[in-house]
């Protein structure tokens, strides 16, 4: 069973513009991961929050985590049309030993 | 460079075959894992391993098995009991076990595809 579902599904922005992707989840989580996908490709690992975090920051990401509503959201700012992909967030849920992707969001950037 | 290798890209398979998608890591990661997507939907965990010689079944299992013979090698079989096999699967391993990889994530390869034909 996947564990949370983002929104919206797909999303498609002008270059430059800031794109924001939710997620939402249905357990306690030890910490929530977000990932892009490129059309065809592996996933890539973009940034971790842990579970006692409520933002953090990498470059032009910025990750929220809201623990007591179960949701966090990702922001890429000042976008590029190299930002097009799908992105997903997973959650590693409390005693667990593995990742639970939701269903991602397909970003496009328009140059 | 370390990384994770899948192969091969594109598997086709007949009615009533087994096939075996190969995953292999030079990173030292204790964990592997395999996924499933498919159109529209998120991962789906099949099996994951955590350690040489024992693996877990996720949410998918049927009509999967695997193997972890060697630390490097995580084997995915997909058997004639999976009635519905076309997806792009993909492997990803982790350095620790337990609780996902803090700080770094997971790494993936980059997928193959399957097709029943």
């Known amino acids: 069973s996947q564990q949370g579902e983002e929104d919206p599904q797909a999303l498609s922005i002008q270059e430059g513009e800031n794109a924001t992707m939710n997620c939402s989840y249905k357990t306690s989580i030890n910490n929530l991961q977000w990932y892009r996908q490129n059309s065809g490709r592996g996933l890539v690992h973009l940034i971790l929050?842990?579970?006692?975090?409520r933002e953090k920051h990498s470059g032009r990401l910025r990750v929220t985590l809201d623990t007591s509503k179960k949701s966090s959201s990702l922001l890429i700012t000042a976008s590029r049309a190299a930002d097009t992909a799908s992105y997903f967030c997973?959650?590693?849920?409390?005693?667990?030993?593995?990742?639970?992707f939701g269903t991602g969001t397909r970003l496009t950037v328009i140059p | 460079d370390g990384g994770i290798t899948q192969s091969p890209k594109y598997l086709f398979r007949k009615e009533g075959q087994n096939v075996t998608l190969s995953c292999e890591q030079n990173l030292n990661h204790d964990a592997m894992y395999w996924y499933r997507q498919d159109p529209g939907q998120g991962l789906r965990l099949i099996y994951y391993?955590?350690?040489?010689?024992?693996?877990q079944k996720g949410d998918i299992a049927e009509g999967y098995s695997v193997s972890r013979e060697k630390k490097e090698s995580f084997p995915l079989t997909v058997t004639s009991a999976q009635k519905n096999p076309t997806a792009f699967y993909l492997c990803?391993?982790?350095?620790?076990?337990?609780?996902?990889?803090?700080?770094?994530?997971?790494?993936f390869g980059s997928g193959t595809r399957l097709t029943v034909v």
């Open positions: 990803a391993s982790s350095p620790y076990a337990l609780q996902g990889a803090e700080g770094r994530g997971y790494t």
């Open positions: 997973a959650t590693v849920r409390t005693g667990a030993n593995n990742l639970f």
């Open positions: 929050i842990r579970s006692n975090e």
């Open positions: 391993s955590q350690i040489v010689n024992d693996f």
